[in-house]
């Protein structure tokens, strides 16, 4: 690909995957590129896509699909469908592939629960971090991992006494290359929360993801609600590129894909209680 085919690609990414344990991944692979070429434009064009995992303690799908990666038994690449899974030059980083050329990478990350009950990301790294500690410390620790810290909204976990811990960090210089995080689920008739407008004046960027829930049938969800950035990956180090230009000064990103209805997010909340 030659820079000026590249410079006409867009980047999707999905910054908020979790490869729950009911998916099937055949139908976790296919429904997120059928929703990454939804939202390409204009349609039909070339474009690479990225689905940045954040697995919880005790998880490790990544470490499954190296597995699979590695092995020829026909019994595991069966349960891929039509993709293929492959190498790449970033051990955080896999590609997965069809025979037609359809492509997607897929990129380790952890998901940690801190000492004030807050969700922070670790992204772009197959590295382990504790639960129970501190933000400023998770935050640390994210930094000098070289990983991408980024603090997505959750339901109520953004109201009261977790809402003023969050508003002093984005306020401080701790919140220097860290992002907040925006997600699917968030139901529309919420509004914009106060976080993400004063994060965004203290010069956050928000990262979009799908974050799809332990439901069957949110499999569907993975790769419709994301970022978009201009120009491909090229090379096969994809995590060390993105992670360049996500650090980058002068970054900008598109949101795309829609918040989630009332109706729908409340149907949610009583499908994970029941």
Known sequence: MTTKENEKHELLIDAHVHLQGCFELSCFFDSAYQNFCHYVRPAGSGFSAVLLLSEVAGVQQFDRLKAICNSDKLDQQAEL????LFKTEDN?????????????FIIAGRQIVTLEKLEVHALLTETLFADGEPLDETISKIKSDGALPVIPWGAGKWLGERGKVLMNF??????????LGDNGGRPFLWGTPRHFVDGRLKGML?????????????????GSFGFKMQGGLIGNQPASELKKRLFCDDLSVEPYGRLHSLIGFLKDQVSLRL
């Open 170 to 179: 984005i306020t401080s210089d701790m919140s220097n290359n860290v992002f």
């Open 81 to 84: 469908g039509s993709w293929r």
């Open 206 to 222: 928000v990262l979009p993801g799908s974050d799809s829930l332990p439901l069957a049938r949110e499999v569907k969800r993975v």
């Open 92 to 104: 955080a980083a896999l590609e997965v592939r069809r025979e037609n050329g359809d492509a997607m």
